[in-house]
């Protein structure tokens, strides 16, 4: 039997959004998935709770096979995890030397001055040979790829002798052959005894690598589904299934229309110039792998930084910078990773008629009767949601619904284009086929469809939708 770490029973932990109850149970050499059904709660209070900043107030705690107290619990986590996530420490001049020395736990003149040794060691020298690190380390952390950012992250975790690594949500920023590479970087520290936690909402990630999966699910460790169980169990626990689709969703896709976006030689720095064309009813992909591209253009459509040379010409016309803000929201469509967030283009607080009428009614011929309109409006809207869900707040709205709502807003607004900022970050697995579905109407319609996001080759390897994969197209970069 593997040496336990920690073991929490009936855990109760309390912040100031609520009240959980996580069951945890980890030991030396594991590697098991957290699957959430939200991540907005649920996963941010767990990863909070590595962070030590969800303080356990009920339940019993076990440290190292020994029955102990809270505060015994709390501090083992604090000096023997680390976190390792997609976000990259700020400062541009920071070394590799900076990241694993200033920034690991030693504190004393004498323990830095033992740990810059052991930087030279044979020991150390054999990991990084191991782990596919072949650079200098006065290399700045900025320059590395997103997947030697990873690798010397798990490089920092053995060389400061770390007992438990989090890894949250590889998928959204690795590709999939990235992705292996580094679980092999990882079997390196479980060999070591080092336990490992995939926290991720890509359940075939899971299914290859861990030995075990937690789902929470309501605030709570709701179940534990072990190899045996892998599949669409899964599904069944969230209560995630899909309705099949109706039979007005099925027709074949028609020939790829005129063009509606050309860019030619934008100049976005520090980006290389963008130069590509989409069509309407096609659905263009631009791969962002660190997301720098991704933030540029965010900055650039919904931020005061515009291209510096080139030509942005939408429907036969070109545009400056200056005019965009005239046609987002009419001809721009612009759907963000989460549409449910703070920011985002759904309004929480106003009915989901009164936020598809915000959109529409100005719109609409002024000679048009506005109770009319929103009548048709409702009526249109009941195809796709009862009648008495349109009538409430969003905000009382489930997640997927609001999300699939928010695409549904953009097919009834009908943009000559819509841009797609990683529209499958962050998203449970199960809703992967529903934005999919939902791209895919959105194209029908005649719309230009633009993905920027930080990979998809793994989706398409999954979805049955064959008219999506029909009118993908990759642009590049």
Not at 59 to 75: D, L, M, Q, Y
Not at 218 to 231: A, D, I, K, Q, V
Not at 461 to 477: M, Q, S, V
Request: aromatic share 10%; net charge positive.
């Amino acid at each position: 039997m593997k040496e336990e770490l920690i073991r929490i029973e009936h855990g109760v932990f309390r912040s100031d959004t609520g009240e959980y109850r996580f069951d945890i149970s980890v030991s030396c050499g594991e590697c098991i998935g957290v699957y959430v059904d939200e991540y907005l709660t649920s996963g941010t209070a767990y990863l909070d709770l590595f962070k030590g900043r969800l303080a356990l107030t009920d339940g019993r705690a076990f440290c190292c096979g020994s029955k102990t107290g809270a505060a015994v619990i709390e501090h083992w986590i604090r000096q023997n995890t680390m976190l390792v996530d997609k976000s990259r420490f700020a400062g541009r001049e920071l070394t590799m030397r900076d990241f694993v020395l200033a920034l690991g736990r030693t504190t004393s003149y004498r323990q830095k001055n033992r740990s810059a040794a052991r930087l030279k060691s044979l020991a150390a020298t054999d990991m990084l040979r191991q782990l596919g690190l072949e650079h200098s380390w006065e290399t700045r952390l900025a320059d590395l790829s997103v997947l030697d950012y990873y690798r010397l992250s798990v490089f920092r975790a053995w060389f400061t002798g770390c007992r438990l690594l989090v890894l949250d949500r590889l998928t959204e920023a690795l590709r999939r052959q990235d992705q292996d590479r580094l679980m092999q970087c990882v079997q390196l520290l479980l060999g070591h005894g080092m336990a490992v936690l995939l926290f991720d909402m890509d359940e075939m990630f899971m299914f290859r690598y861990a030995g075990r999966i937690d789902v929470i699910k309501e605030r709570r460790t709701f179940f534990r589904l072990y190899p045996e169980e892998y599949g669409p169990r899964l599904f069944e626990l969230l209560g995630w299934e899909r309705a099949s689709r109706p039979a007005w969703m099925e027709r074949t896709a028609p020939a790829k229309g005129k063009t509606v976006l050309s860019v030619f030689e934008l100049s976005l720095p520090p980006l290389p110039p963008l130069s590509f064309e989409v069509c309407a009813g096609e659905i263009a992909f631009l791969h962002d792998e660190n997301y720098s591209t991704g933030r540029r253009l965010h900055d650039c459509f919904l931020g005061n930084q515009g291209w510096q040379n080139g030509i942005f010409r939408l429907d036969g016309r070109i545009y400056d910078h200056s005019e965009l803000n005239r046609i987002i929201g009419t001809e721009i469509g612009i759907q963000i990773e989460r549409p449910d967030r703070p920011g985002g283009v759904l309004f929480d607080n106003m009915t989901a008629l009164d936020n598809l009428c915000t959109c529409l009614i100005p719109k609409a011929d002024k000679r048009l009767i506005r109770k009319k309109l929103v009548s048709s409006i409702l009526e249109e809207a009941t195809r796709w949601f009862p009648r008495e869900m349109l009538l409430r707040p969003i905000s009382a709205w489930s997640l997927p619904d609001r999300l699939r709502f928010s695409y549904y807003r953009w097919y009834l607004l009908n943009p000559k284009l819509l841009i797609c900022f990683f529209p499958f970050a962050g998203q449970e697995s199960a809703h992967h086929k529903m934005i999919i579905d939902m791209l895919v109407l959105c194209a029908r319609r005649g719309m230009a469809v633009w993905i920027i996001s930080s990979g998809i080759d793994a989706i398409c390897e999954k979805t049955d939708n064959e008219e999506f994969l029909r009118r993908l197209r990759y642009i590049k970069e």
